[in-house]
């Protein structure tokens, strides 16, 4: 029933979407050009948070892992190969959006180049004089499109179409001569400009966010967290939220050897980490099952499937990239609404004191559905409660999945990571 | 074929899964319990023993007059150890602060060596329960009187094997060598504490406190008794520090509410 109102009322919408088929395209070709790398670092990732990183989830509760010596050392490895892939997923978005949304008669291969590098400009650091590491990693994929995009409308202004025939080879580099210089110059105002904001910033005392515990703050900050992760701006990490209410829990519920009586029952960790994060960023989790299970679609559950056991660990770049979600709108309101309704039942939950909040700290690399069991001291109802947070989480994300799969098959559009045509079978 | 392979699969992850919860919540609890001890472990208690004939109330006045001086009110927990072993507990049970204050009374309080030792083995079976209950991992020591001599006693045979650390002791009025006036002639329990000294813990710091109301006695102790304390502490122990108090209040059962007394108390040990 709601589902097909939902269906009828955003189908519309999605297809006005689709039909801004260049900007479609490209954002699913450059996916399709790193997905590889982004399956290939978030692996090594993952076999990295298992078996070799100290203190970890898998060696302090399971006790796998936790090799010394020589072995110890090949977690160097993974963490290599996780850099040199993830770790630069940044510039590859940059080179795959302006290669991609340059038009085949001007040197696309050259707009690609000259992308990488507008975005490597753009992402050295004056403070420090190095390049961010943060910008060219990950959390630069949404700087990487906007450089890209704007690289390839230089190219198609300023560039020459490319000689079919030249009659040297200094041809085909002066014809885009003129866009490449200008690439790099506007990139080094930008750079300027942008390491001016960065230093002004850094002078706003960040601990204004830390200190608060009033439920509309971590709300806020939650939705906050949730865009930044959308847009890429950031991996999902749970670091931020240490804030000093969860010490003084933490203390209280030492000394009285209980939960109940914590001066603040509700915080960031005790909402969004426990319940928003319990089936990763987003709940996409509740997504992933959702699609093994009833999707139609044979791209769709191959990258599930890849998915999967990254997005228990937190790491959701292949689901992210691979269906891709980021960017595009299909499944913006499930991704905000599941984790949001999830703390709400959880606040409701934790205020009536059916459940004690999450205060205990957990290990590293901890699977997202049992941060909120180990960080209670192992309360089943907790554990329960998450797990029917997921269960709802299910039927946010089930009208939009159905949604998503009809436009993609009516319309006989690429799905997810082929360029086959889906058809009705 | 396929139906059951599909059965096989459900199953196994399913009982992976129940392994996985049960196992996270074994650590969990575990984890809880280690992270309590570890924050119990910064509580640092007043241990107090009173002399012969004294309930587990002796101390009371001198509590209220060192939480009259300060800011942090100090808990009093109070111990009664009856002679089979049983003990009651009075006070605050739920002790919170870094210093609390633990009295240690019991039924059996007459004097006399043989009932020392009795009282020394009924303190470590209070001190192993408190262990067990509060996680402490070092206290601070105070006898009274006989007390003192109980405290000693243990520290000789007890405090190592039972894994805790003393930092400070402190006697007052404790006659080491029972009611003797001459030092040259030891008890049987002087000789012996002498004999064992070498098992006292080396970072003990050892404070001694008497009375003096003359030259020869505080009213109930001789002097020469109390100053025999030497023998057993001084050389082996980190430091031993004689104090002497006259004036009013110095007699024997004055000492834990004299005021100078009470202020030494507060600077040892708060």
Redesign the interface.
């Known amino acids: 029933m709601i589902t097909e109102k939902i269906i009828r009322t955003l189908e519309p919408f999605l297809l006005k979407w689709h039909e801004k088929i260049s900007f479609n395209n490209v954002i699913r070709k450059t996916a399709v050009l790193i997905f590889p790398f982004v399956l290939i670092g978030t692996l090594s990732q993952l076999v990295q948070l298992i078996f070799f990183t100290p203190n970890s989830f898998s060696i302090?509760?399971?006790h796998l892992g936790n090799f010394t010596g020589l072995i110890g050392n090949t977690g160097m490895l993974f963490k290599l190969l996780t850099e040199s892939t993830l770790g630069i997923l940044g510039i590859l978005t940059a080179y795959g959006t302006a290669k991609f949304a340059t038009e085949m008669h001007h040197d696309n291969q050259l707009a690609g180049l000259v992308g990488a590098i507008s975005f490597l400009i753009l992402s050295y650091r004056f403070s420090n004089r190095q390049f961010s590491i943060s910008w060219i990693g990950s959390t630069g994929i949404v700087v990487g499109v906007l450089v890209g995009f704007g690289v390839a409308s230089i190219f198609k202004i300023w560039s020459k179409p490319v000689p079919s025939k030249p009659i040297s080879f200094l041809n085909r580099v002066f014809a885009s001569f003129l866009s490449v210089n200008l690439s790099f110059l506007i990139a080094i105002i930008l750079t300027v400009l942008i390491n001016l904001i960065i230093i002004e910033t850094s002078k706003i005392n960040p601990n204004i966010i830390a200190t608060h515990s009033h439920i509309f703050w971590i709300f806020g900050i939650s939705i906050l967290r949730l865009l930044m992760t959308f847009l890429g701006l950031s991996d999902g990490g749970l670091s931020f939220l240490s804030t000093t209410s969860n010490s003084t829990n933490?203390?209280v519920a030492?000394?009285?050897?209980s939960l109940w009586s914590i001066p603040f029952p509700l915080t960031i960790k005790s909402l969004y980490i426990a319940y928003g994060n319990f089936g990763s960023t987003g709940m996409l989790l509740a997504l992933v099952i959702l699609i093994l299970r009833e999707s139609k679609l044979h791209d769709f559950k191959i990258v599930a499937r890849w998915s999967l056991l990254p997005i228990i660990f937190n790491l959701n770049m292949p689901l992210m990239i691979g269906l891709p979600i980021m960017f595009l709108p299909t499944f913006v309101i499930p991704y905000f609404l599941a984790p949001l309704v999830s703390m709400f039942i959880a606040a409701l939950a934790i205020t009536l004191h059916i459940i004690p909040a999450m205060v205990?700290?957990v290990p590293t690399g901890t699977p997202v559905f049992?941060q909120v069991?180990?960080g209670?001291?192992?309360n089943?109802l907790a554990?329960l409660l998450g797990i029917f947070n997921l269960g709802i989480s299910a039927l946010i994300y089930w009208p939009f999945l159905k949604l998503d799969e009809k436009v993609l098959m009516d319309n006989h559009l690429p799905s997810g990571l082929s360029d086959e045509k889906v058809s009705r079978s | 074929m396929k139906q059951v392979f599909k059965n096989l699969r459900w199953i196994i992850v399913s009982l992976f899964l129940i392994i996985l919860l049960l196992i996270s919540h074994n650590w969990a609890v575990k984890n809880k319990q280690e992270l309590e001890q570890q924050h119990f472990s910064k509580m640092d208690p007043v241990i107090m023993i009173p002399g012969s004939n004294a309930t587990q109330n002796r101390f009371d006045s001198l509590v209220m007059l060192l939480n009259k001086n300060s800011i942090h009110k100090h808990d009093l927990l109070k111990l009664t150890v009856q002679t089979n072993n049983k003990i009651t507990y009075t006070g605050s049970t739920n002790l919170t602060g870094k210093h609390p204050v633990i009295v240690i009374a019991f039924t059996n309080n007459k004097d006399g060596y043989s009932n020392i030792k009795k009282q020394a083995e009924w303190l470590r079976v209070a001190l192993e329960q408190l262990i067990i209950r509060y996680h402490f991992n070092h206290f601070d020591a105070l006898g009274h009187s006989n007390g003192g001599l109980i405290y000693t006693y243990f520290l000789e045979h007890d405090a190592t094997r039972l894994g805790v650390r003393v930092q400070k002791f402190m006697t007052m009025g404790s006659p080491f060598n029972l009611n003797k006036q001459s030092i040259t002639d030891q008890t049987q329990m002087l000789a012996d504490f002498i004999k064992y000294r070498e098992n006292l813990p080396k970072q003990l710091e050892v404070t001694s406190v008497t009375g003096a109301q003359n030259y020869s006695t505080d009213g109930l102790v001789p002097v020469n008794s109390a100053a025999a304390e030497k023998y057993v502490f001084q050389e082996v122990v980190k430091n031993y520090t004689v104090v002497t108090v006259t004036g009013s209040n110095a007699e024997h059962s004055d000492l834990p509410q004299n005021p100078q007394v009470v202020n030494l108390v507060q600077k040892t040990f708060f």
């Not at chain 1, 030492?254 to 050897?257: A, F, K, P």
Request: no cysteine.
């Open positions: 302090l509760v399971l933490l203390n030492l000394i009285h050897h205990y700290p049992l069991f180990l209670t001291g192992g089943w554990l």
